[in-house]
């Protein structure tokens, strides 16, 4: 180590910058949050109370948290098996599909957001289809639908799910598998006996980028879920910008930090636990 | 994958390898048809003759991409300041993250890897939050939203991108290179200079990409920190689609998925960008 013993104050310039532009204002934003009154004069914990107390602004809370599980969950579903399968493809295709795969990360969310706009609008292809097989008559509203929310979280943050499962699956000795199979395990159960347990850490990377990035996701949350579904990022902006109520929006803003970091926790605990499960 | 050497195969084995490959195989075309048929959708839907949304579109033109370019001066605008903001915010968080990365890199120290943690998090904790936190600072700082803020808060979700990857880059270079360097009586700078920047600059380039990109796209930093003349791109098309659906929104998005294209197609071959995203 001695070697880069003289390389630290080359973090001081980033970290200066993280320090005043990241930290302090997260530090502010939780001080204005324990003020009880729009005019910042009194100290209190009466917006956190007020928050907690009501059941409009849980149930907003709630709808944010569970939207973001099941959109984790279907992303999970379809994302590893896709992981999978290009983990163990042959390089040229695998080439191919990582660039299928990284290709949307970097179109635009707001252009992403925007064709499930089309899809699922009143004359997308989603009522073209339902209709032209007679299921039914008329159009039906399926944006502004928490569904719909679901289905575009998912997909928008897919390429989330698939890199880290693949790194996992690709670090795995696949003599590990051959063994299995060689010893009269079938493709099931070495699956689930070997592959998917060592595979663990990225599947849950995955989960967690997915589950952060959904319940924060402010553009498809008002284009897809409408005015209808209020979500903890809208109801934060809401009550900032159009309600200037900046005590109140500080503590939306913090009780989602806090849901995000809690989950963040929780799930890093569990990769160290499933790392010495595996590797101890 | 090679298969596992197997004698006869039992039928229980066999109906277990197909069980599998179906589902797989039908899991993973659906991801691929989820991953690919959005952006298909736009395309083809940004080429509508018509004044609406309809999918499949009644017929084709050009329309909306002429109607974009000639009679659109606040979208190019848009889209020429996010330019803007990206590329400054990406040029400040490259400088200040690649000398972070060789300053943390192989550090085992407890604050280092707090400090990387701390770096790290604009990657995991909202944005939103970010934005807003932001705009209290400024707003006691008493100066007014401008260019200069929404580039602060532009270079803080840029770094934890270029950090990371020149961090992995500079994980994978041989140590006994540098040893040489020095060892022959090259100087710090020096070494840094002709050994360890040219082997790490794809890293370096492919994580500046990917900050560009996610500064391009950014909505909830700059919802917070521009000001009233400063709209960026996705905040202008994010009003065109709540508000009335115009289809120039179809073809600006035809224009930035082409753009993420050919650019994606370009730093794979310069810097193997792909690799570097996992």
């Not at chain 1, 001081?12 to 302090?24: G, N």
């Not at chain 2, 604009?122 to 006691?140: D, I, S, W």
């Not at chain 2, 700082?141 to 808060?153: E, H, I, Y």
Request: glycine share 8%; with cysteine; proline share 5%.
């Amino acid at each position: 180590m001695r070697r880069h013993a003289g390389d630290w104050p080359l973090v001081l310039p980033l970290t200066l910058f993280f320090a005043v532009f990241v930290l302090v204002p997260l530090a502010l934003l939780g001080a204005v949050s324990l003020y009880s009154d729009t005019t910042l004069t009194t100290h209190g914990v009466a917006q956190y109370v007020k928050f907690l107390t009501d059941r409009f602004n849980l149930g907003v809370l709630g709808q944010t948290l569970w939207l973001g599980l099941l959109a984790t969950v279907l992303a999970l579903v379809v994302g590893y098996p896709l992981g999978y399968i290009a983990a163990v493809a042959p390089p040229a295709l695998q080439r191919v599909l990582l660039l299928v795969i990284v290709l949307p990360l970097l179109t635009s969310a707001v252009v992403r957001t925007f064709a499930w706009v089309v899809i699922l609008g009143r004359q997308g292809i989603v009522n073209g289809l339902l209709a032209a097989i007679g299921l039914i008559d008329a159009p039906v509203r399926l944006l502004y639908t928490p569904w719909a929310v679901v289905v575009a979280l998912a997909q928008i943050q897919l390429p989330l799910m698939v890199l880290p499962v693949i790194t996992a699956l690709g670090n795995i000795d696949p003599n590990l598998r051959h063994a299995s199979h060689a010893l009269g395990a079938g493709r099931w159960r070495t699956f689930v006996a070997v592959t998917l347990p060592l595979s663990a850490p990225g599947l849950l990377a995955g989960c967690l980028l997915v589950y952060a990035g959904s319940v924060s996701a402010f553009v498809t949350q008002t284009l897809v879920g409408g005015g209808q579904l209020m979500l903890m990022p809208q109801y934060m902006y809401q009550q900032a910008i159009q309600a200037n109520n900046y005590p109140f929006a500080a503590a939306v803003a913090m009780i989602l930090l806090a849901a995000v970091l809690a989950i963040v926790i929780v799930v890093n605990t569990v990769t160290k636990k499933t790392q010495t499960l595996v590797h101890g | 994958m090679a298969e596992a050497p197997r004698g006869r195969e039992s039928r229980r084995s066999r109906v277990e390898r197909w069980s599998f490959g179906v589902a797989f195989g039908a899991a993973g075309g659906l991801a691929i048809v989820l991953l690919v048929a959005p952006t298909v959708i736009v395309l083809i839907t940004s080429f509508t003759n018509a004044y609406s949304l309809k999918f499949p579109p009644p017929g084709y033109s050009p329309r909306w991409y002429a109607a974009l370019w000639n009679d659109s001066p606040e979208i190019l605008a848009a889209a020429l300041l996010s330019v803007e903001v990206a590329a400054i915010a990406t040029a400040i968080a490259t400088v200040l993250a690649v000398a972070g990365a060789v300053g943390l890199a192989r550090r085992r120290e407890t604050w280092a890897r707090l400090l990387d943690a701390v770096f790290m998090s604009p990657l995991m904790l909202p944005t939103l939050a970010l934005g807003l936190a932001l705009l209290v600072l400024f707003n006691a700082l008493g100066r007014g939203l401008s260019m200069t803020t929404l580039v602060v808060g532009h270079v803080a979700i840029c770094t934890p991108y270029i950090l990371r990857t020149t961090t992995a880059s500079l994980l994978q270079l041989d140590p006994g290179l540098l040893d040489s360097a020095r060892s022959l009586g090259a100087r710090r700078w020096f070494a840094f200079r002709t050994v360890t920047l040219p082997l790490v600059a794809p890293g370096i380039g492919a994580g500046a990409f990917i900050a560009f990109m996610a500064s391009f796209d950014n909505v909830a930093i700059s919802l917070f920190l521009s000001d009233a003349r400063s709209e960026v791109l996705p905040i202008r098309m994010w009003h065109i689609i709540e508000a009335n659906l115009d289809v120039r929104a179809a073809a600006a998005s035809g224009v930035l998925i082409a753009a993420a294209v050919i650019l994606m197609l370009v730093l794979e071959r310069l810097t193997g960008v792909s690799r570097h995203l996992r």
